[in-house]
């Protein structure tokens, strides 16, 4: 059994059921979390941990994580485990909060960009990590046997249990962080940890960089922050609630908008129409072509997308445009880790599965080593990215010295960025030439009819064979297997002695499947073809999987 996704474990918030294997069923089958789910999580995480050894508990703001974050406390305080609650914070800020305390778990109550009527749980090890797949599968066996167990703990003692051993502000150790992460960031990327007051940022707009939080725990202090380090910024409008029309969960790496369409689809995403009432008179005088005008943050703060001004409009500079100035500003000896969904034309040196945690694992020193903190007198020169804006780099251990874990944090990622802008003189030209992509998700699909392998896996990689002999000469055609991705269906090959790939593989947590398609640079003339053939494998989908 294995309750966990590619990034924890999500589903909607609901009330508890009656029993503890009817939670598990509500998962499993409806995507459903509840208190009475998460005490069994803490009881399945405490199973596998030492006796009153530390936990860190952080989460975000949704209206059902009060009662997550509670049960979750009495599933541990029943394994004997001690407890921290670091409050309110972003992902990374509970990364750097585990290490801070020396903790050996950390877990975020978030279900990061999903809609803020769902929730969830990410897992990390005592070096920062998020958990792995036999390690979750070992979790989730250990909540299925305990759900099978005659027991019941009454209601007294379940409210002395959900009260933690102590407390503390996680969000004051994230910004203790990226304050030392700034420096170390120019440092790596502008050349100098010099400030911005010296017009170093004079190819951002006068009236500074929108700032979309998503509701997140940086509204309230991220603008002042980044003003305070000399980079001028101001905040869009509040969101109703964390994630709804807003933050870069709403957007595609590959959005683009005319003029036009920005003030036509005005109110459908509060960054657009923000950046709408800027353009009302006309484009800005002091936006500038290729120039950064915003930034999007997800709702758990892990991730960042960048809003870039076009001769015609604007664009998403998304994770593979991030990382590759990165790569040019920062000079060579930088690896690249990226997952099966970047684009053909970045120079990676290790392709992984998607998610930041295949990133993070590919770089850092294997499982099972005696440390797995990276261990260097400077900055680490690794990067891990996702075009959806997860960019992993290398953070200080709060408490070791020379010593680094490995961390998606959309905060350092813009700082990164911006730093890397200030060496290039802006980020528009000199970059890598980039390949041809597209991406749909077929939703409300029943996930355990697609596996990659069975017949509906062999039904697609006929069609797309049999479809792409006609774009050219086809050589080298083969099925790939990437660690980490159980459903994935990665068909390769040449066309003309240039890349291509289709990939298929199932959403980790919600109900829809995802296919995707690239093109090297120097076939993208082949992109009307390749867009019909994605139509063609999306209704065969449809047929196939869609209850």
């Known amino acids: 059994m294995q309750l966990f996704g590619t990034d924890g474990i999500r589903g909607r918030f609901a009330l508890s ?25 803490g009881e399945g995480l405490g199973a596998m941990m030492d006796y009153e050894t530390v936990v860190v508990i952080g989460w975000d703001q949704r209206p059902g ?28 800020g509970l990364q750097a909060s585990l290490l801070h305390k020396g903790a050996a778990m950390g877990c975020m109550v978030t279900a990061s960009h999903n809609p803020v009527t769902d929730s969830g749980v990410k897992v990390f090890d005592r070096y920062g990590y998020k958990s792995m797949p036999e390690y979750e599968v070992q ?65 951002l707009p006068d009236g500074g960089l929108a700032i979309d939080t ?21 905040a ?55 120039g950064i005008v915003a ?49 053909l034309g970045l120079p990676v040196d290790i392709q992984t599965a998607v998610g930041d945690r295949w990133l993070s694992a590919a770089l850092s020193p294997p499982i099972g080593q005696s440390v797995r903190l990276l261990l260097m007198d400077e900055t680490p020169q690794v990067i891990g990215c996702e075009d959806s804006g997860h960019l992993v780099l290398a953070a200080p251990h709060p408490r070791l010295d020379e010593h680094w874990s490995l961390v998606g944090d959309g905060i350092a990622s813009l700082l990164a960025v911006l730093a890397a802008q200030r060496r290039l003189s802006g980020l528009s030209e000199g970059g890598f030439e980039r390949g041809w992509k597209r991406r749909i998700s ?39 297997d990437i660690q980490g991705e159980t459903s994935l269906l990665l068909l390769e090959a040449e066309v003309d002695g240039f890349s291509m790939s289709i990939g298929i593989r199932n959403s980790g947590t919600e109900a829809k499947t995802n296919v995707s398609i690239r093109l090297a640079p120097q076939i993208m003339g082949l992109s009307e073809p390749a867009t019909v053939l994605l139509g063609e494998i999306e209704r065969v989908l449809q047929r196939k999987l869609v209850v």
């Open 17 to 41: 059921r009656s029993d503890d294997e009817a939670v598990i069923e509500a998962l499993i089958e409806h995507r459903e979390i509840s208190p009475r789910l998460f005490r069994l999580i």
């Open 295 to 343: 930034a999007a943050l997800d709702g758990d703060g892990d991730r960042c997308l960048l809003i870039e001004a076009t001769s015609t409009g604007l664009r998403v500079f998304d994770g593979d445009r991030m990382a590759d100035a990165l790569l040019r500003a920062g000079g060579e000896s930088w690896c690249l880790a990226a997952s099966i969904e970047a684009d």
């Open 139 to 203: 979790v989730s066996e250990i909540i299925a046997k305990l759900a099978r167990e005659e027991r019941e703990v009454d209601e007294p003692e379940l409210q002395r249990l959900a009260i933690p051993d102590s407390e503390f502000d996680g969000g004051a150790v994230h910004r203790e962080m990226l304050e030392r992460r700034f420096s170390l960031l120019e440092n790596c990327f502008a050349g100098s940890a010099e400030s911005h007051s010296d017009g170093g940022v004079s190819s």
């Open 65 to 92: 994580n009060p009662a997550l974050v509670s049960a979750l406390t009495q599933g541990f305080h029943l394994r004997g485990i001690l407890v921290i609650w670091a409050g309110e914070v972003a992902t990374p």
């Open 236 to 290: 869009v409008a509040s969101p109703v609630a964390m994630n709804v029309n807003c933050g870069a969960g709403e957007f595609s790496p590959s959005d683009e908008w005319t003029w036009e369409q920005i003030q036509s689809n005005a109110g459908e995403h509060l960054l657009l129409t923000h950046l709408a009432e800027r353009c009302r008179d006309g484009v800005p005088a002091d936006w500038q072509v290729g």
């Open 442 to 480: 077929v939703i409300g699909v029943e996930r355990a009819r697609w596996d990659g392998k069975n017949t509906i896996a062999d039904m697609v990689e006929e069609i797309t064979r049999r479809t792409i002999t006609g774009w050219g000469m086809v050589e080298n055609w083969r099925r790939t």
């Open 214 to 234: 998503s509701g997140g725990s940086a509204e309230g202090w991220l603008v002042d922050w980044l003003n305070a380090k000399g980079i001028p910024a101001h």
